[in-house]
């Protein structure tokens, strides 16, 4: 059996049937829908969003909210619809606290910070996607761009450009073929031809520069974090703003410590980490 890519954009898995349990995997559906919304969700549309029926549906959101995972919008018990419950949160503190990357990274990219006063991110290789698991803000930031947790596709990402990068060629150009390759910003490159092209730069500069990509004035250099076996598992990205940096000046500057500082996170990277 293959799981579906869902709302997290995970590359499909192969599991075993015999001890696949499908309640809990409509639960985890029930949750990754709100990934579809920026809003709350009434049940008939959670039921549409999962495809489950309403009685399932139903029963579903009782025992997640019984269980504090999800809550009504407001906190009240009227009908404003469900969103994702407070409980979450402490799954993703568990999360990060329990990632020996994490742990190790997070000095490594204070230091950066400090050095060089733009916001610095740690994200993890998950396939076509990858997820923000650190970010150390600067002065200037969007809403977004502060939160953890966040999903960007590989493709369109300087991370990820950097991962598929440190891969066989084989195995980043089947992450390009099997993403969903749309547009964040006008200037978003997609096309695979270009790709390939941003993906050859970074493996000759040793890191992958974007620009304005996902978002509109800012560029982000980012550089590839590799386990004991060579293998990618997560990025260090360095993002700033075209109102105060000449491109050319971010890559001389921004370029070495990005590789410096991903050189020393990779050195203390634990085995097991990259993604099926």
Do not use: C
């Amino acid at each position: 059996m293959k799981l579906s890519k869902g709302n997290s954009e995970a590359a499909p898995r192969t599991v075993d049937d015999r001890l696949f349990l499908q309640s809990v995997e409509r639960a985890m559906r029930a949750l990754e829908a709100f990934g579809q919304q920026a809003r709350p969700l009434s049940l008939a549309e959670l039921a549409a969003a999962t495809g489950m029926d309403r009685s399932a549906a139903q029963r579903i959101a009782h025992t997640l909210q019984a269980l504090g995972y999800l809550e009504r919008a407001g906190g009240g018990t009227g009908g404003q619809g469900l969103v994702p419950g407070k409980r979450l949160l402490d799954r993703s503190f568990d999360y990060l606290r329990m990632n020996p990357l994490v742990e190790r990274a997070t000095p490594i990219l204070q230091e950066l910070r400090r050095t060089t006063q733009e916001r610095v991110d740690l994200s993890l290789f998950d396939g076509t996607s990858v997820i923000y698991a650190v970010r150390l803000q600067s002065k200037r930031e969007t809403f977004f761009a502060t939160l953890v947790g966040r999903r960007m596709p590989t493709f369109g990402s300087s991370g990820g450009r950097a991962m598929l990068a440190a891969l066989p060629a084989a195995e980043a150009e089947a992450i390009l073929e099997q993403s969903d390759r749309r547009r964040m910003t006008p200037k978003t490159v997609t096309d695979l031809p270009g790709l390939r092209a941003k993906i050859a730069e970074a493996q000759r500069d040793g890191f992958a520069l974007s620009l304005e990509e996902a978002l509109l004035g800012e560029v982000v250099l980012a550089a590839a974090v590799l386990d004991a076996q060579r293998r990618p598992v997560a990025a260090i990205h360095v993002a700033g703003s075209l109102s105060e940096w000449d491109v050319e000046a971010f890559r001389r500057r921004i370029g070495p410590l990005a590789m410096e500082a991903a050189r020393a996170l990779s050195q203390a990277a634990p085995e097991g980490l990259t993604p099926r």
